[in-house]
T-cell receptor, first 113, second 111 residues
Framework: DVKVTQSSRYLVKRTGEKVFLECVQD?????MFWYRQDPGLGLRLIYFSYDVKMKEKGDIPEGYSVSREKKERFSLILESASTNQTSMYLC????????????FGPGTRLLVL | EDQVTQSPEALRLQEGESSSLNCSYTVSGLRGLFWYRQDPGKGPEFLFT???AGEEKEKERLKATLTKKESFLHITAPKPEDSATYLCAVEDGGSQGNLIFGKGTKLSVKP
């Protein structure tokens, strides 16, 4: 079974803090994705990566950066957290081919005070 | 612009009352349509992938079908444990593996 894990289930941070969210997958998938999910807005893609050290902007990259130093690990960084970044953050991974299923982690619920 | 629309937004059923959820889409070239189930506070759980019109897939009480414009998730004789939000997503031909998600249908099944 594909397993995607996220470093934290719940996080509480202060405005202006630097926040790191980590995601690890164990299926040797090439693609990894970061989404945020908000009520009424659905899932929105923040960043994705097709390979180690490669990254591409999604639909809402502002205020975020990512890092992929190893194939299995994809980190989302909030450089200076703001209250409007309070959300559910979901990581996903898939094989390299188009048309392949994305498998999701359990999510991290982030509250920025 | 590519779009994915799910209806209804919410659906309440009695246990055993069969129904269908709809996902309509407009993309330039469909690479795949995906159904997920999401329980509160958890990540989406993969259910089905459909690739071409006429394709059908089944799993227990769930059956997914696909036409050129929409997909249906049929739920036969649902049980309370089927209560969840069901998400539909499509991959457009030009999107390099990126998915466009609908906003989901929240299903409640009462005993």
């Amino acid at each position: 079974d594909v397993k995607v894990t996220q470093s934290s289930r719940y996080l509480v941070k202060r405005t202006g803090e630097k926040v790191f969210l980590e995601c690890v997958q164990d299926m040797d998938h090439e693609n990894m994705f970061w989404y945020r999910q908000d009520p009424g807005l659905g899932l929105r893609l923040i960043y994705f990566s097709y390979d180690v050290k490669m990254k591409e902007k999604g639909d809402i990259p502002e205020g975020y950066s990512v890092s992929r130093e190893k194939k299995e690990r994809f980190s989302l960084i909030l450089e200076s957290a703001s209250t409007n970044q309070t959300s559910m953050y979901l990581c996903a991974s898939s094989l390299v081919f188009s048309g392949e299923t994305q498998y999701f982690g359990p999510g991290t619920r982030l509250l920025v005070l | 612009e590519d779009q994915v629309t799910q209806s209804p937004e919410a659906l309440r059923l009695q246990e055993g009352e069969s129904s269908s959820l709809n996902c309509s889409y407009t993309v330039s070239g469909l690479r795949g349509l995906f159904w997920y189930r999401q329980d509160p506070g958890k990540g989406p759980e993969f259910l089905f992938t459909l690739y071409s019109a006429g394709e059908e897939k089944e799993k227990e009480r769930l059956k997914a079908t696909l036409t050129k414009k929409e997909s249906f998730l049929h739920i036969t004789a649902p049980k309370p444990e089927d209560s969840a939000t069901y998400l539909c997503a499509v991959e457009d031909g030009g999107s390099q593996g990126n998915l466009i998600f609908g906003k989901g249908t929240k299903l409640s099944v009462k005993p």
